[in-house]
């Protein structure tokens, strides 16, 4: 990656952000932490989710790095649908080589923001939560492809193999990427960005920090998707499907 930019972001954040508190930062602010430190093994198997996806050979991104937070949305009704579709699972669960490539993200976000780290919204998730996200969407077939995927069409992140991904800094305070997470309009759209900014609809330091979000999730091998900054895919669906298990 360019050093010139990262030096830019760097001087950018540190004296022209002012990045904007989320109820996440305040529920559950994240210690300062010592990355010296070595991992500690975290306990298994707290909710029948956590078991299937054991079973099914995922790994705990947190015996990575417990420096990366995790806070899924759906295990809580702070999510569009206002439902709890996880009942208990709170650890993100990955295939080894997904896991692995998160983890180097957090390598590369660290390098350059030593006070940052990741944030997992979602990521593992059965084929039957999607099914029941889809059936719990009240609104006609047309709209809801914009919000979920059908059932009858997998989605990457059945296969553990796509995260919806933010920052945090030093005190567990989400930047400010314009939108929340699971805001479905075009502020949210990374394809809309550049209208945005020049009409103000999105802020510069939000436009910085959803850039430098992009930076780090691809160069760790990951892709971003046009309508949700949040959403990064780790291959293509027929990869996914001939190289990892589909959680039902």
Same mark, same amino acid.
Request: charged share 20%; net charge positive; hydrophobic share 40%.
């Given at each position: *990656? ?39 093994? #975290? ?14 050979? #995922? ?48 390598? +590369? ?22 099914? *029941? ?5 009240? *609104? ?5 492809? !914009? ?8 989605? #990457? +992140? !059945?296969?553990?193999? &796509? ?7 030093? !005190? ?16 949210? +759209? ?5 209208? !945005?900014? &020049? ?6 330091? &939000? ?9 780090? *999730? ?12 949040? +959403? ?17």
């Amino acid at each position: *990656m360019n050093k010139l930019f990262y030096i830019f972001l760097i001087v950018f954040v540190q004296f022209g952000c002012q990045p904007k508190e989320d109820v996440i930062s305040l529920q559950n602010p994240v210690p300062a932490k010592d990355t010296n430190t070595p991992n500690k093994p #975290l306990p298994r198997d707290s909710s029948l989710y956590e078991k299937q996806f054991v079973k099914a050979g #995922l790994v705990n991104i947190r015996d990575f790095d417990t420096n990366i937070r995790v806070v899924l949305l759906y295990n809580t009704e702070k999510n569009f649908i206002g439902k709890n579709f996880y009942n208990g699972l709170d650890q993100c669960y990955l295939p080894c080589a997904v896991a692995t490539k998160l983890n180097n993200a957090q390598k +590369h976000l660290k390098a350059a923001f030593p006070f940052y780290n990741l944030i997992v919204f979602d990521a593992t998730r059965p084929w039957h939560v999607q099914k *029941m996200m889809w059936d719990s969407l009240k *609104m006609a077939p047309i709209f809801k492809y !914009n919000y979920v995927a059908r059932p009858d069409q997998y989605s #990457l +992140h !059945n296969y553990g193999a &796509a995260v919806d991904i933010g920052i945090i800094n030093e !005190n567990g305070v989400l930047l400010d990427m314009g939108t929340p997470f699971d805001f479905f309009g075009e502020l949210a +759209h990374p394809k809309f960005e550049a209208d !945005n900014l &020049a009409n103000g609809s999105l802020s510069k330091i &939000a436009y910085c920090n959803r850039i430098l979000l992009r930076k780090t *999730m691809m160069k760790a091998g990951f892709y971003p998707i046009s309508s949700e900054w949040w +959403h990064f895919n780790a291959c293509n669906k027929v990869y996914a499907a001939e190289n990892f298990s589909l959680i039902p």
